[in-house]
């Protein structure tokens, strides 16, 4: 087998049933990768699927909730059943969580956050880690999904803000033990790209402001944010992105508030 980005060869991307999940999983098909696409719900990971140009390896649909040790240890498993190696990890999933300051946030939203955003994304990359270090030839990447929040909070997001933080620690963790073995690590943090998460906190019709009022933010095509995600992922061996930061043009965030 050749090395990453001579010959695209297996990846994993989580969340991948909806917005950059779904985007980053179709473009890694399209480009010819073998693709394991995780969710917590089957039918739109095949929905993922089936509308996705085709142009090399299959995919594989492999329903699992990342919280779930269990459910993670399958989801690798059966990709090395399939696949005979994982190349790539896109480290996807994640939710904003409930929205307040820190004294409004009760410990159930806080704990179901975490649980997704650090703990999941933890699980996934302890998996991918220890195929990565078995494989034979040995190495590979993990890419992370970070946020402009791993920057800049916004308003009233301090369990998001705090968990995609905890993100860039565990990426630089990671590209450091993986120094060893071939593995890198690398996080790209994205804002305001068109997916149903934006629509959540109202960027389209006015999202809230530092100074408290609400104004409409700009957004760009999801698609974007997916092409940047595969090029990160095909860079060959020798080279690593450790940090990428692509945002709508004009958005408030540098000097945000």
Same mark, same amino acid.
């Given at each position: 087998?050749?090395?990453?980005?001579?010959?695209?060869?297996?990846?994993?991307?989580?969340?991948?049933?909806?917005?950059?999940?779904?985007? +980053?999983?179709?473009?890694?098909?399209?480009?010819?990768?073998?693709?394991?696409?995780?969710?917590?719900?089957?039918?739109?990971?095949?929905?993922?699927?089936?509308?996705?140009?085709?142009?090399?390896?299959?995919?594989? +649909?492999?329903?699992?909730?990342?919280?779930?040790?269990?459910?993670?240890?399958?989801?690798?498993?059966?990709?090395?059943?399939?696949?005979?190696?994982?190349?790539?990890?896109?480290?996807?999933?994640?939710?904003?969580?409930?929205?307040?300051?820190?004294?409004?946030?009760?410990?159930?939203?806080?704990?179901?956050?975490?649980?997704?955003?650090?703990?999941?994304?933890?699980?996934?990359?302890?998996?991918?880690?220890?195929?990565?270090?078995?494989?034979?030839?040995?190495?590979?990447?993990?890419?992370?999904?970070?946020?402009?929040?791993?920057?800049?909070?916004?308003?009233?997001?301090?369990?998001?803000?705090?968990?995609?933080?905890?993100?860039?620690?565990?990426?630089?963790?990671?590209?450091?033990?993986?120094?060893?073995?071939?593995?890198?690590?690398?996080?790209?943090?994205?804002?305001?790209?068109?997916?149903?998460?934006?629509?959540?906190?109202?960027?389209?019709?006015?999202?809230?402001?530092?100074?408290?009022?609400?104004? +409409?933010?700009?957004?760009?095509?999801?698609?974007?944010?997916?092409?940047?995600?595969?090029?990160?992922?095909?860079?060959?061996?020798?080279?690593?992105?450790?940090?990428?930061?692509?945002?709508?043009?004009?958005?408030?965030?540098?000097?945000?508030?």
């Amino acid at each position: 087998m050749g090395e990453i980005g001579v010959t695209p060869r297996v990846a994993v991307v989580t969340g991948a049933g909806s917005g950059i999940g779904r985007a +980053v999983a179709r473009k890694l098909l399209a480009d010819g990768w073998s693709v394991a696409l995780a969710g917590r719900r089957e039918e739109p990971l095949r929905e993922t699927v089936q509308e996705a140009p085709r142009a090399g390896g299959p995919a594989l +649909v492999v329903p699992c909730d990342v919280t779930r040790p269990d459910d993670v240890e399958r989801l690798f498993a059966e990709t090395l059943r399939t696949f005979g190696r994982i190349d790539v990890l896109f480290n996807n999933a994640g939710t904003f969580g409930p929205a307040g300051d820190v004294g409004e946030i009760d410990v159930a939203g806080w704990e179901t956050t975490v649980a997704v955003n650090l703990t999941g994304s933890f699980l996934c990359a302890a998996a991918a880690f220890r195929a990565m270090k078995a494989q034979d030839p040995q190495g590979g990447r993990i890419i992370n999904n970070g946020s402009i929040s791993a920057h800049t909070p916004r308003p009233k997001s301090v369990v998001y803000t705090t968990t995609k933080h905890a993100i860039t620690g565990l990426t630089k963790s990671i590209e450091l033990d993986g120094r060893p073995y071939g593995i890198t690590a690398g996080q790209i943090d994205i804002g305001n790209t068109r997916t149903e998460m934006m629509h959540g906190i109202g960027v389209g019709v006015g999202a809230l402001q530092a100074d408290g009022l609400r104004r +409409v933010e700009p957004t760009f095509d999801v698609a974007e944010a997916a092409n940047a995600v595969a090029f990160m992922a095909a860079l060959p061996r020798e080279a690593s992105v450790g940090s990428l930061l692509i945002t709508a043009a004009g958005m408030p965030f540098v000097g945000r508030g």
